[in-house]
């Protein structure tokens, strides 16, 4: 005779039933998800806001950038192909840039700055959702054609 306790039968009384392993927790499509607006935040760096930035000012017709310069003093030459300089900051919703750049001459400076400007934003819109309500813009030098192929020997 045994007069020891016997273990309670699995799924008897006083026992909690086995679940199989994840089966206590929720799939994505078992729960509700609110509007995407209320689910989280996404955040853009000043960094990556100004490299967009860059590349779409690179983007536009007759435009150049600048070259690095040391106490106003440039490093190189203004090209074409050299990025232009961008700086910006994020505020909310808000981006707020500035741009230093060059325009190949003859170009109409103000038709380049206006097209310049309607691209940054549009694009800066388009790829982060940030409205870019400032947008300055400084115009460093003209690039004249010839000199991009002019070496001195």
Known sequence: MNTGTAAPAPGGPGTEPATPRGAGTTTPSQRTAGPPETR????ISDRVLEQIAA?????VEQVGGVAPRVLGVPLGRDTEQTAPRVSGH???HLAIL???LSVVYPAPIRQVVHRVRDHVVARVRELTGLEARQVDIDVTRLIHPAEEGRRVQ
């Open 40 to 43: 989280g935040h996404t955040g």
């Open 55 to 59: 590349r779409a000012v690179s983007e």
């Open 90 to 92: 994020v505020d909310g």
């Open 98 to 100: 500035k741009v230093t």
